[in-house]
Structures are given as C-alpha cells and as structure tokens.
C-alpha cells in the first residue's frame, strides 16, 4: 500500500541559526527553548524542534515503520513573513537544503518551495528555480505573511507562476495577527483557534477576491480537513449570497472552488465525525493524508486513516490516489 504524505515539516538549521541571531520576531531563544513569534506569544520547543531539525536514517525508519512512502517536505514559519533583505538568502538556503534531502534519500522525499513572498519578483525567480531546477512539486505559503495576506493584488503573480508552472498551493497556517488571543498563550493562539480562524479567513478572501477566477488553474490545498469550512459551507454560500454585496467579486459560489481548485488534507484531525462531514460536503476525491508531522503524532495519523470506515476504492484514493492525480505523477 502506498501512502503519501503531503504536509510533513521540517526546519534547516540555517532558520534556527537566523532566529536565534534575529531581534525582531519571531525570534529563538535557545536558553529558554522557545520561539517568540511576537513580544506577548512564545512557543516552546523541546522535543519538536529536535524532530523537526532532524531529516536522517531516523526519519526515514519512522516512515517505513507507518508506512508512508513518500513525503513532501514543508517548511515550517518563520521564514516567508520575513523582510526581504532577510528572506531572499534565507528562503534560498533552505530550498537548496531540501533538494539536498531529496537527493540523498530519493523518492522517499518530495521538495515544497518556501519562498521570500513579500519581494515579488524575487518570489517568482525562486519559485521557477524550485521548479524547473530543484524539481519541486509545490509552493508551500501560510496564512498570512507577518502584516501581508495573499489576496492583495500584488500577490497575484505567484498564483499565475505556481499555475503555469504546474504545481499545486500548500496553504499551511500561520499565528494570526490577533494580539488579543496572545494573552491565552500559544495553543489557544495557535493550533487551538487561532490557526483555523486565519487560515479560514484567508481561504475565503482569495475566493472572494476572485483569485481563483483571475487564474482558474490553480490548485490549492488546505489542511485540517479545511478549517472547518466543510461545516459550515452551506451557510458561507447562502449568506454571501444573501443581500447583494458588490465587494464580493467571486464568479461562483464558493462551494464552487472547492470542486475546482481547492483539496484538503487529513492533518492535525483525527475526528470520523470530521471526516465524514468532509467526505460529504467535498467528496473522497478531494481528500488526501496528510500527518502534521511533527506537530501531531505521526502513528495516531496513520492509525486514523487506516481505520475509517471506508471502501477499499476510497482508501486507495485518499492514501495517493489522489494526490498522484494532484501532482500528475506516479510514485
């Protein structure tokens, strides 16, 4: 059985090294073991940062013991929402560090571009060099990018890029600029609300701002079982749709781009109930795994997906088929 994992973090060294020298956010403090992404939210890193730092035989024995085959590597943030003058050299050195893992255990890794987004033009020369060079399959981008969010219009040459390119949109989240959740610490902030609330948020303004329409190739993929929206997609088509509202430029009803252009993943949600209103609202043919590695327990992600209560057809489907088809390629 195949099984391809498509949100898999890691970080390079030479981010940490950049964090740790950094005195602004988000910033590394190796006494404390924490990253600070703003003055009043630190995480703390422990064993993460260690699994996330460490791209070896470990890794891989991991892998094969859960059975995942192959996996695309994500970047974690910290890195895109940087001030050019920091990100152009940073973003490239870690795009290099992950062709170097691809190379090194080929097959078994697949590269994501992070790239320095808030310098545009830089931005596209490094997404057609991760590409047409490196051999990348994606440009993996987050929710928001420190004070900058994806649907202004000057971001809109990514998505022509990414789509004349041929490679899909990882849309990971970001810590929200929401300084009242700080005081609620980093879980409530972060992973707890907050991630969903902004990625959800970002979701939608890029339907809105007719992104998907101005470049109708794009293809986009969200994780966590698409932050909730599957839940609650009928009443986002019927009140946006319900008092005419000129500021909404989208074509079609957002339901619309999630048959068309945008696809989740599995990762960091191992609710059935999740699942099957996902399975529902989307289809099985918009699903794909993804293990959150190593902000989720890889084996209970694995365990998860191996016991829904789904046809061989499906499972086949969610476990690569899907996103084989995603890539337009076969492992």
């Known amino acids: 059985m195949k099984l391809i994992d498509l949100e898999h973090h890691f970080y390079d060294p030479s981010t940490i090294e950049a964090m740790q020298n950094r005195k602004g956010f988000p910033n590394y403090d190796p006494e404390k073991d924490v990253i600070n992404w703003h003055k009043d ?3 703390p890193q422990g064993i993460l940062l260690k699994r996330l730092l460490d791209v070896s035989e470990k890794r891989i024995e991991l892998m094969d013991e859960l059975g995942i085959s192959t996996a695309v590597l994500s970047t974690s943030q910290g890195v895109e929402d ?6 152009v050299e940073l ?26 987004t808030k310098d545009v033009d830089a931005a596209l020369k490094e997404m057609e060099r991760c590409v047409k060079e490196l051999g990348f399959v994606c440009w993996h981008t987050h929710s928001n990018l420190g004070g900058a969010s994806l649907e202004e219009e000057r971001f809109l040459p990514l998505f022509e890029k990414a789509a004349e390119l041929g490679v899909y ?11 009242q959740l700080y ?27 007719g992104v998907f329409d101005k470049v109708p190739a794009t293809r986009m993929v969200v994780g966590h079982f698409g ?3 599957p839940f609650l997609m009928d009443r986002i ?40 209103c996902t399975k529902k609202v989307f289809g099985i043919d918009n699903i794909m795994f993804g293990s959150d590695y190593a902000f989720e327990d890889p084996k209970e992600m694995v365990d998860f ?3 829904l209560d789904i046809t061989k057809e499906e499972q086949d489907k969610l476990f690569f088929k899907n996103a084989e088809k995603l890539m337009n390629r076969t492992f």
């Open 183 to 209: 005081k609620y610490g980093f879980t409530m902030a972060g992973p707890g609300a907050g991630f969903t609330v902004d990625t959800m948020l970002t979701v939608l303004k890029l339907i809105v701002c």
């Open 169 to 179: 949109i990882y849309l990971h989240p970001n810590i929200p600029e929401m300084p």
């Open 305 to 307: 997906v191996k016991t």
């Open 82 to 87: 940087l001030d050019p003058s920091e990100s």
């Open 227 to 229: 932050e909730a929206i």
């Open 237 to 276: 088509d019927n009140r946006m749709n319900f008092l005419p509202n000129p500021a909404l430029i989208n074509k079609e009803k957002p339901s619309y781009y999630f048959q068309h252009n945008i696809q989740v993943s599995t990762s960091g949600n191992m609710s059935p109930e999740a699942f099957e």
């Open 91 to 116: 973003t490239r050195k870690t795009n290099d560090a992950v062709y170097d893992i691809t190379r090194r255990y080929p097959g078994r890794f697949l590269g994501s571009a992070i790239l320095p």
């Open 41 to 43: 939210l630190s995480m």
